[in-house]
């Protein structure tokens, strides 16, 4: 008898995962959203890495443990997030290790904001094990890209 199917979303720390989902993925790209109510601009960075993060992921079909390296410079707004944000994900550059994007932060009736993202790409190991982690992100994987 197979274990009951684990709701990856709803089972992780509400800031763990800040993706509300995703909308389409390519080869050179992911786009996700966010729903924000009054929130300051922090979850939005840290839905951005996880944007480019989980399409790293999704590239290696899942075979990867993938994390941020670095964020680069970005406006921040001055005022509250309310609304959903579009998180474009777009790959510029990649090496067998390291991933290259420009994230699109999106809001209605809001200039969109561009940051630099780069994602680290390493095997699996005694750390980052390939028998917890490969089937946890393809599970929230498949979860995220369900519309609402």
Do not use: K
Not at 1 to 15: G, L
Not at 21 to 42: C, D, K, M, Y
Not at 86 to 108: K, M, N
């Amino acid at each position: 008898m197979s274990p009951a199917p684990v709701d990856v979303v709803r089972e992780a720390p509400a800031p763990f995962v800040l993706l509300d989902g995703i909308a389409h993925v390519t080869r050179s790209e992911l786009v996700g959203w966010r729903n924000f109510s009054e929130q300051p601009f922090w979850p939005a960075l840290e839905a951005a890495a996880q944007a480019a993060a989980l399409h790293q992921r999704w590239l290696a079909d899942f075979g990867a443990h993938a994390f941020l390296l670095s964020l680069g410079a970005c406006r921040w707004p001055d005022r509250p997030l309310t609304g959903r944000m579009e998180l474009r994900a777009r790959l510029l550059g990649q090496t067998a290790g390291a991933a290259a994007y420009d994230v699109q932060l999106s809001l209605p009736d809001s200039p969109a904001l561009s940051l630099p993202v780069h994602i680290g790409l390493v095997p699996y190991d005694d750390t980052f094990r390939q028998d917890i982690l490969q089937e946890r992100y393809r599970a929230l994987f498949r979860q995220l890209c369900v519309q609402p």
